[in-house]
């Protein structure tokens, strides 16, 4: 009795380790009973068969007539087993995420994935109204909707190239870099899709006592120059820029708003020869955290808010609705609490006569 209940358990456990291998497309057999399971728990087939789960037979091969066995695409593995440290996702047929029709020498992949070698993900959000498409003739990928025509559709490589080093983390090398995509909207427009508009940001007026977020660059130095870069784009910087040539310069980056710039001291350039001189960076536009420029030191920003207390968005038309009751309702401001374009409902409006849509109309922030 002991010795058939161990041959039992041996059994068992010979068929528990080689269920990790693949089962037959057609028999649910580990290597469709053709094969048997090595120890990366890949199918090594026997000499009539072939394919990932050895479900494809050589047996029609005859005398008199010979059929050509057509190759299919190969793809980085979205899973497979690893052969060695950090190399589990070689390239193999269909990606390892379809089966392969060796008569047409083409993929019939899995539901989520597309590409001539399924090496493309489905990116759908949300069920039925985003994902994305593969054109079949050349593998090119686009996105929902065409980004709504507010945004690229572009690769996790091609995505991180958009960032600069040290501000965010860079994704262009690993194994995946080019096998998902999404949109990277145009200022002004955000949304998985691209499909909805930014409403204008400012400072919550029910919050006091908050300060503009500064950065500062230290720099000694005697000649050369240095880059300053934010949000992905940058300037040259040379050595000996005055205060009035930094600022110029910096107006050229596009993805950096208003800023004020102060040199320290008695300080005539941006880079000194002995002490650093420290040049301030004031944000005066955009309220709350910014991304860092190059090296910096900052202090509290003030609450940036998009809805809730004093306004709501709307994410259709990007405009806020500013809200009339309870008194003294808001209006548009300038940032900092006074009558201004930027559409926010920043100020409060002590006579309450431009509740509603404001759309940044000048017209209404005079306060008569």
């Known amino acids: 009795m002991t010795l058939r209940l161990l041959l039992v358990s041996v059994f068992l456990l010979l068929d528990v380790v080689q269920a990790a291998c693949a089962r037959g497309v057609y028999n649910s057999k580990i290597c469709s009973g053709h094969g048997r399971c090595n120890t990366h728990n890949l199918c090594e087939c026997d000499a009539r068969h072939f394919g990932f789960d050895c479900s494809q037979s050589a047996s029609f091969l005859a005398v008199c007539w010979l059929v050509t066995v057509e190759r299919c695409p190969l793809g980085p593995a979205w899973v497979a087993p690893a052969r060695a440290t950090d190399d589990a996702h070689y390239l193999v047929e269909c990606s390892n995420k379809g089966v392969c029709d060796y008569e047409e020498g083409t993929c019939r992949c899995d539901e989520g994935f597309v590409g001539s070698a399924c090496q493309r993900r489905t990116c759908g959000l949300v069920a039925g109204l985003s994902r994305c498409e593969v054109v079949p003739a050349s593998d090119a990928v686009k996105c929902s909707s065409g980004c709504n025509s507010a945004g690229q559709c572009l690769s996790l490589k091609e995505l991180s190239a958009t960032y600069a080093v040290g501000t965010e983390p860079l994704y262009d090398t690993a194994w995946d870099a080019t096998m998902i995509y999404g949109c990277k909207c145009r200022k002004g427009y955000h949304?998985?899709?691209?499909?909805?508009?930014?409403?204008?940001?400012?400072?919550?007026?029910?919050?006091t006592g908050q300060k503009n977020e500064m950065q500062i660059v230290q720099c000694t130095a005697t000649g050369g120059s240095f880059y300053l870069f934010y949000n992905g784009q940058g300037a040259s910087i040379p050595f000996?820029?005055?205060?009035?040539?930094?600022?110029?310069?910096?107006?050229?980056?596009?993805?950096?708003?208003?800023?004020?710039?102060?040199?320290?001291?008695?300080?005539?350039?941006?880079?000194?020869?002995?002490?650093?001189?420290?040049?301030?960076?004031?944000?005066?536009?955009?309220?709350?955290?910014?991304?860092?420029?190059?090296?910096?030191?900052?202090?509290?920003g003030i609450n940036s808010l998009t809805g809730g207390s004093v306004f709501a968005a709307?994410?259709?038309?990007?405009?806020?609705?500013?809200?009339?009751?309870?008194?003294?309702?808001?209006?548009?401001?300038?940032?900092?609490?006074?009558?201004?374009?930027?559409?926010?409902?920043?100020?409060?409006?002590?006579?309450?006569?431009?509740?509603?849509?404001?759309?940044?109309?000048?017209?209404?922030?005079?306060?008569?």
């Open 240 to 300: 000996d820029a005055t205060q009035s040539d930094l600022d110029r310069i910096l107006r050229t980056i596009k993805t950096l708003p208003a800023v004020k710039v102060t040199f320290g001291g008695t300080a005539t350039t941006v880079c000194s020869s002995a002490t650093a001189n420290a040049v301030t960076i004031e944000f005066t536009y955009e309220f709350g955290p910014q991304p860092p420029i190059k090296v910096m030191g900052s202090l509290n």
């Open 191 to 207: 949304g998985y899709d691209c499909s909805l508009k930014s409403c204008p940001r400012g400072d919550d007026p029910l919050t």
């Open 314 to 368: 709307s994410a259709e038309t990007g405009q806020c609705m500013c809200f009339t009751n309870p008194m003294p309702g808001y209006r548009s401001s300038d940032g900092y609490g006074n009558p201004g374009e930027r559409g926010d409902c920043g100020c409060a409006n002590d006579k309450n006569l431009y509740g509603g849509e404001i759309a940044r109309r000048v017209s209404k922030s005079s306060g008569k």
